[in-house]
């Protein structure tokens, strides 16, 4: 099957700093990417959808200036948790779909951040 | 707005048993799909099974099959034979997709445990 590398798969940072999260299709050119936050024991929570070449798609309640996504190519998209605060600390995870009819989304491993 | 429900948190199972794990959905849409999803404590999603709105006939998956009732907006996966193996969180997934809309969207999730 296809394979979502999403990396760090964990990070620390201090409060106030911002830290980058990748999500990678390694063997197929992704157009949509999506977004999630999952707290524990939790559902996942759709932050954002991201086609390749134009703006994401924010759901209601996410910040956009808080959370930054880049979907530069069809193989790349990145999360940006900008002045990240303790709140923000939550295990993030990628999504990517081939084509816009294609049903099945491949996901990545997941990013656990914890804010300091 | 759609959204997915779960409304069984937890559920336990012998092993070699079978269970029905519960999923209603609220859409104003004709055509989308829906999925089952198993996130087990590594996290990292796996896909069970999937299922074509527009599609009557129920799929199946080796020991997974679902109750796929549209009017109802109803999506319950039964799992025969359980494992020890099957022991997972499984989430209810519906996506839309369509103009400008491109969501893939998560129940609450269902905690399952097998005993053996």
């Known amino acids: 099957g296809a394979v979502v590398s999403q990396h760090p798969s964990r990070v620390i940072c201090k409060s106030g700093t911002s830290v980058k999260i990748e999500c990678r299709s390694l063997?197929?050119?992704?157009?949509?990417m999506f977004w999630y936050r999952q707290f524990p024991k939790q559902s996942l929570m759709l932050m954002a959808t991201?086609?390749?070449?134009?703006?994401?798609?924010?759901e209601q309640g996410v910040e956009k200036d808080k959370f930054l996504i880049n979907h530069a190519s069809l193989t790349l998209s990145t999360l940006t948790v900008t002045s990240a605060h303790p709140e923000d600390s939550s295990f993030y995870i990628c999504?990517?779909?081939?084509?816009?009819?294609?049903?099945?989304?491949?996901f990545g491993q997941g990013t656990r951040l914890t804010v300091v | 707005a759609q959204t997915v429900t779960q409304s069984q948190p937890e559920m336990s199972v012998q092993e070699a048993e079978t269970v029905t794990l519960s999923c209603t959905y609220d859409?104003?849409?004709?055509?989308?799909?829906l999925f089952w999803y198993k996130q087990p404590p590594s996290r990292q999603m796996i896909l069970v099974i999937r299922?074509?709105?527009?599609?009557?006939q129920n799929a199946t998956e080796n020991r997974f099959s679902v109750n796929f009732q549209k009017a109802a907006k109803s999506f319950s996966l039964k799992i025969s034979d359980s494992q020890l193996g099957d022991a997972a969180m499984y989430f209810c997934?519906?996506?839309?997709?369509?103009?400008?809309?491109?969501?893939?969207?998560f129940g609450t999730g269902t905690l399952l445990a097998v005993q053996p």
């Open positions: 859409t104003s849409e004709s055509d989308y799909y």
């Open positions: 997934a519906y996506r839309i997709y369509g103009g400008a809309t491109n969501k893939l969207i």
């Open positions: 991201s086609n390749e070449g134009s703006k994401a798609t924010y």
């Open positions: 999504s990517a779909i081939v084509g816009v009819l294609n049903t099945e989304a491949f």
């Open positions: 063997d197929f050119q992704a157009t949509t």
């Open positions: 299922q074509e709105a527009y599609k009557q």
